[in-house]
């Protein structure tokens, strides 16, 4: 009988530590590489994920490398948050999307949009808190997220969005340039910016999709950036601010473009803390 109870005992015990080992992994933290968060005509979309240590849900980031939408991966140009985000307890997914010339706007902010659904559909497997979804981007991807989440308003849009040195407004950084760069043109599929483009060019302006109920924006930009006109922040808070939204413009002084051409300079680095302490502030 003594040994029928010990024998019962063990096979209780036994019978639980699946269940243990299942959830030790699940609490545990994951670097993720290459998951497929859509497919469009053939074409794979991937990311790349940090998930935290423990329970969950966790503040989240999705992110939105840069290169002119003509280059750029993953990995490049954006990958300077993933340290600073993952050491403030964020899950964050790092994403590639169509890129042009191939694809021509709006596959992009499509993908965008795409990877958005993705992290919200899959928030129970990933940790994630899908009323605190941040979109950061920068340069190409700076614009890409001001687009996005300028449309994304309501209880399905994103909490909050970061952009760094994007573009805002195409007509009057087209004005500014001398001349478009060849990459604007490669974007839209158009040979020149003039009276039959523009249109083009004003559907593509997150600037235009502002309203009182846009989420909030941190825009953070170079003062001395020499390829997005830094006129481009100033202008978007401020049309921000004045259809009743929220934003915050951080200026890097002396700045170029580039958070690859700011990390060797210490004068330039305390943006990292300024742009987790935002988000702390405005996903809590």
């Not at 700011?262 to 996903?283: G, I, M, R």
Request: proline letters at 6%; a neutral charge.
């Amino acid at each position: 009988m003594k040994n029928h109870r010990i024998l019962s005992r063990v096979v209780r015990v036994l019978g639980v530590l699946p269940i243990i080992v299942v959830l030790s992994l699940h609490a545990r933290a994951a670097e993720l590489k290459d998951v497929v968060y859509a497919a469009v005509n053939g074409v794979r979309l991937t990311l790349d994920a940090h998930v935290p240590d423990g329970a969950g849900p966790f503040p989240t980031a999705i992110l939105v490398h840069g290169g002119g939408w003509v280059a750029g991966d993953k990995q490049e140009y954006i990958n300077y948050l993933f340290r600073p985000l993952t050491d403030a307890g964020f899950a964050w997914f790092s994403i590639n999307y169509r890129l042009a010339p191939q694809y021509r706007f709006p596959a992009a902010a499509d993908d965008v949009e795409q990877a958005v659904r993705y992290v919200r559909a899959n928030a129970a497997k990933y940790k994630v808190n899908p009323r605190r979804i941040a979109l950061i981007g920068e340069s190409a991807g700076g614009h890409l997220v001001s687009y996005v989440g300028a449309r994304s308003q309501g209880p399905s849009g994103v909490a909050a969005v970061v952009s760094l040195y994007g573009i805002h407004d195409f007509i009057t950084a087209c004005q500014a340039w001398k001349p478009v760069p060849t990459e604007v043109l490669q974007l839209f599929g158009i040979s020149a910016v003039d009276a039959t483009t523009a249109s083009v060019l004003v559907k593509a302006s997150p600037v235009v999709y502002i309203t009182r109920e846009s989420p909030p924006f941190l825009l953070m930009h170079g003062s001395k950036d020499e390829d997005v006109p830094y006129g481009q922040s100033v202008e978007m808070c401020d049309q921000m601010k004045q259809a009743g939204a929220r934003c915050e413009l951080i200026t890097i002084d002396g700045a170029p473009h580039g958070m690859d051409h700011w990390e060797p300079h210490p004068e330039f680095l305390w943006y990292k803390k300024a742009l987790v302490d935002w988000l702390q502030k405005t996903l809590k």
